[in-house]
């Protein structure tokens, strides 16, 4: 069967349409809408994508792959992006990456139903290093042994992507 | 009058949860710049920009009203693009201004707009920015409802719209032509120029992009002219500058400063030294893809025009002699960048970090350009290999030899910004690589 928007992402996506010359700039937000309402981007939501912009499967298909927020597998509720990049790295990231993954019992690029792991490039939080974002959430000026707090606290409310769109 | 370390101009309401409800902007004097802006013309605030001395914030330091410049004077349809795609690692400033003053972004994204006769445009925030968006579109909402926006701006017959355009994780949409093919629904591939996109950019029109940072600036220049702003800098660089000061610091922070402050003094003074008492050994004076700086160069001010010429900062070097020809027998010393300043303590492992930058642009090359996409993954398995101890005779020279052979051959700088900072480690710690190439396994245990 072939998937469908809901009312609200279809309603979405046709007023964005109102604020460009041309349909194809709304793939990007597009396919946010479409990872939100289905969890990631099969072949069949990359086809509804296409479908509604009135897109080759192939352009939309390039753009899934090429950028890294679009998954084509699911993920748990939670994507945490810890970053490890040098601000972060200088005041132990890879500690806390490696906390992360302990108390989760995932390893970076894993996920279960609650969480996914991400080792993420520099997420622009250097001064509060090391830094993790969840949704809208930061952690910041983390420390390794946080890591069950963090995920306890995400737990209780979680922060799925799928909250901004 | 020049910036004292007490100016504050755009990070004013840095703290301040209530300013970004447009009441409280309002109250604060916020959007009688448009007003007054709505009230000259788009050819004499354009004057005003060019003679401020605004620099653009995002990387390049390039002069902001000679960029507007540059649009055809008979264009029709020209667009303004605000950056804020910020992912160079170490900085962290546009997403605090977009978060903690969302209607100062807008009011000088509108004056611009007018300034450039700019109906239609975006501002591209970085996907991975998921706390920023919502205020940023609640901002954009609000000023919509009292006529900042819409097709009649406070009465005055211009139209200006503005669309959050959300990205969706590639560090290369903030280069600005990866950008606009992003913004057209693409693969964010830098386009070569010319021609640039002041003449062919967004949806084959004029477009002007500028960063954050630069477009929070533009209100000040309308309040308070150019002179003002022009003298508050330093040289050709007007303004204050926002650094962000990460990494071995007993208070690191994004801090609003006068460009005149050396990187001692900010290290020092602003960020009370170096943690756990240790000494400076590296600074990386602009985002990670600016060569970095030794211990014996910080007394050179954080501005643009000394971070490139000033000698006490030695020229980066291809070999041991062999000064890096940035074209034209031009030398490489650094560069003021994104602000990003990333300080690293005598303990550091450079090797590391070296590999750990590398490792970066290695991910975030986009494919198009050969001596990118393969010399970036062949410097990543060297330089992890040299940071391990693993490291062959020959590997320091074999990774300044590639560096040097991406720089100058791809379509944008990207190219530059993985090599830059790998020439910029050998030339500065080369010692440190050498060592553990020929101890490796005191180097493995570093």
């Known amino acids: 069967m072939s998937l469908e928007f809901s009312e609200q992402a279809k309603a979405k996506i046709e007023a964005l349409r109102e604020r460009y010359p041309i349909a194809q700039p709304v793939v990007i937000p597009a396919l946010h809408l479409a990872q939100a309402e289905f969890g990631h981007l099969s072949d069949e939501a990359i086809q509804l994508v296409a479908r509604t912009l009135e897109l080759p499967y192939a352009h939309v298909f390039g753009v899934v792959t090429f950028y890294t927020m679009f998954r084509r597998e699911p993920a748990g509720t939670n994507v945490l992006r810890v970053c490890t990049n040098v601000s972060c790295m200088l005041r132990g990231a890879y500690d806390v990456l490696a906390s992360i993954e302990k108390a989760s019992g995932l390893k970076a690029g894993e996920s279960d139903d609650d969480f996914h792991i991400v080792e993420e490039e520099c997420i622009a939080a250097c001064a509060n290093a090391p830094a993790i974002v969840c949704g809208t959430k930061y952690f910041l000026d983390v420390e390794p042994d946080q890591a069950e707090d963090i995920l306890d606290d995400l737990r209780k409310r979680p922060r799925p992507e799928s909250e901004v769109l | 009058m020049p910036a004292d370390v007490d100016t504050k101009i755009i990070t004013r309401q840095f703290g301040n949860e209530e300013a ?321 300043i990333m300080v690293m303590d005598d303990h550091t492992d450079i090797p590391a970090v070296c590999a750990r930058v590398v490792e970066f642009y290695h991910h975030e090359s986009c494919g198009q350009c050969t001596p990118c996409r393969e010399g970036t993954g062949w410097l990543a398995k060297i330089s992890h290999r040299v940071a391990k101890g693993e490291g062959r005779p020959g590997d320091v020279d074999l990774m300044a030899s590639i560096a040097d052979g991406i720089a100058g051959n791809t379509i944008c700088a990207l190219g530059e910004a993985a090599a830059w900072p790998v020439l910029g480690f050998l030339t500065k710690f080369r010692a440190e690589f050498e060592a553990k190439i020929k101890a490796p396994k005191e180097g493995a245990a570093a």
């Open chain 2, 20 to 340: 970004k409800n447009i009441e409280v902007y309002e109250s604060l004097g916020g959007y009688r710049q448009l007003r007054r802006a709505l009230g000259m013309k788009p050819e004499d605030i354009k004057a005003e920009v060019k003679a401020s001395n605004l620099r653009g914030r995002g990387g390049a330091g390039f002069p902001t009203g000679v960029k507007w410049g540059f649009v055809p004077a008979d264009a029709e349809d020209v667009y303004l693009v605000c950056n804020a795609d910020e992912s160079e690692p170490g900085t962290c400033k546009d997403r605090e201004l977009m978060y903690w003053d969302p209607h100062q972004l807008l009011e000088g994204m509108i004056i611009s707009a007018y300034a450039l006769g700019a109906r239609n445009n975006y501002i591209y925030i970085r996907g991975e920015m998921m706390r920023e968006t919502p205020v940023l579109e609640k901002a954009i909402a609000d000023a919509y409802e009292r006529r900042y926006l819409g097709e009649d701006v406070l009465g005055s017959g211009f139209a200006c719209h503005i669309t959050v355009h959300r990205g969706a994780g590639a560090y290369i949409c903030g280069e600005e032509t990866a950008l606009l093919e992003s913004l057209e629904g693409k693969r964010g591939w830098p386009r070569l120029k010319p021609p640039f996109p002041a003449v062919v950019g967004v949806f084959g029109k004029p477009t002007v992009v500028n960063n954050v940072e630069t477009l929070c600036n533009i209100p000040y220049i309308v309040e308070h002219g150019s002179q003002w702003f022009a003298d508050l800098g330093v040289g050709r660089s007007g303004g204050t500058r926002i650094v962000c000061m990460s990494g071995h610091l007993e208070r690191p922070g994004v801090y609003e400063l006068p460009m005149t402050l050396t990187m001692r003094q900010l290290i020092d003074d602003v960020c009370g030294g170096i943690w756990k008492g240790r000494e400076v050994k590296c600074v990386i004076p602009g985002g990670s893809s600016m060569p970095p700086m030794s211990a014996d160069e910080l007394d050179v001010p954080c501005e643009f025009d000394a971070l490139m010429t000033d000698e006490r900062i030695k020229p980066v070097e291809v070999a041991p002699g062999v000064p890096f020809d940035m074209g034209g027998g031009k030398e490489l010393r650094t560069m003021a960048g994104s602000g990003g």
